[in-house]
């Protein structure tokens, strides 16, 4: 039997009577009519494997606390971008600062877990002597070198009361730069060969801005006044919808290689983001009717909480699905299949 035998209902073009038995059902034909039984089957039934029992592709090699961590850090910071500049508009000073502090200290500590992760910060910095459209870690280095100064003028000029100006423009500079920083993650980790992250890639990028967005109003919800968090409960929920609804959409839509979500310690994980998220939205509009500030807490907690989650279960999902051979090759032989149809 060769790898290109395995199939994802077993092996393919078996030779009645020239292959060896591989299951209770093997010896039914001719010999149990002549014999009025069925033969033992003298191996077990075959399991997909690739040579030498070594997966097919390299599983990725980054620290979970590290990139994880990075990748939620980074929704936080865009989403709360977002809400500064809504804040700042609005009139709504509390608010605004939160969300400008909250956008300042999640990239500044997502870029700590990022330069952790690789080794010494002269590897980010060699990032930046090409610019390269084609790659999206070369566009998100950029990406990151432009909005970091920009969150930390807004929350420098906000928390001194100098430079007003400059400060509300780094806040606006910021905001349009805001869905790109918290989106740009799930384009990079899609660009990858880890099955379970590369075949999300049309919603990927929905489900981590509704994450960026629910743990952005989180934030604002368990620190702001409830008079002034208004736009923070609004977000709350429309973030939570988001990354709800695509998350399960994208699900639907991979068929196979969506069975890592849903295993072992990835699905522990992406379960308690759907409860914490679908409950801190709930929490948010309660406390919205009520203005009851223990629960605005509780709802904000429980929207960073369900964000991490989601993050942390997506990325020990990619991880697995690079680790089992089928979830590369079976896939891959249905494509060939379906083109050859």
């Given amino acids: 039997m060769s790898g290109s035998d395995v199939t994802r209902g077993g092996v393919e073009g078996a030779r009645p009577g020239r292959d060896a038995l591989t299951g209770a059902g093997g010896g039914r034909g001719r010999h149990r009519r002549r014999r009025g039984r069925g033969e033992q089957p003298m191996v077990p039934e075959a399991r997909f494997s690739s040579y030498y029992g070594k997966p097919v592709l390299n599983k990725p090699t980054w620290e979970p606390l590290d990139i994880a961590g990075y990748l939620w850090l980074g929704g936080l910071a865009g989403g709360s971008s977002l809400l500064a500049a809504g804040a700042q508009a609005t009139g709504r000073p509390a608010l605004a600062r939160t969300a400008k502090l909250g956008a300042a200290g999640a990239i500044s ?180 009717r009520r203005g009851g500030r223990p629960l605005a807490v509780a709802a904000g907690a429980a929207l960073l909480s369900g964000s991490a989650a989601l993050r942390f279960g997506i990325f020990h999902a990619g991880v697995h699905s690079a680790e089992d051979p089928k979830y590369t090759v079976v896939p891959q032989r249905e494509r060939l299949r379906a083109r050859a149809g």
């Fill in 109 to 288: 500590a997502s870029l700590a877990a990022l330069v952790h992760d690789l080794g010494r910060p002269a590897r980010f910095i060699n990032m930046l002597r090409v610019f390269k459209p084609t790659s999206p870690m070369n566009v998100g280095s950029w990406l990151l070198a432009g909005y970091a100064p920009l969150t930390v003028a807004a929350a420098a000029a906000d928390v001194t009361g100098r430079y007003r100006v400059l400060g509300a423009g780094a806040t606006a500079a910021a905001a349009v730069l805001g869905p790109a920083v918290a989106t740009y993650t799930a384009v990079l980790i899609s660009d990858t060969a880890v099955p379970s992250w590369h075949e999300g890639y049309r919603e990927m990028p929905f489900v981590f801005a509704g994450s960026g967005a629910s743990a952005a109003a989180g934030l604002a919800l368990a620190c702001v006044p409830a008079r002034q968090a208004g736009p923070a409960r609004r977000m709350a929920v429309l973030g939570a919808a988001l990354e709800m609804g695509t998350f399960h959409l994208m699900k639907r839509r991979m068929g196979l290689v969506a069975e890592p979500f849903g295993q072992g310690k990835p699905h522990r994980l992406l379960r308690a983001a759907e409860l914490l998220t679908a409950g801190g939205a709930a929490l948010s509009a309660l406390a919205g």
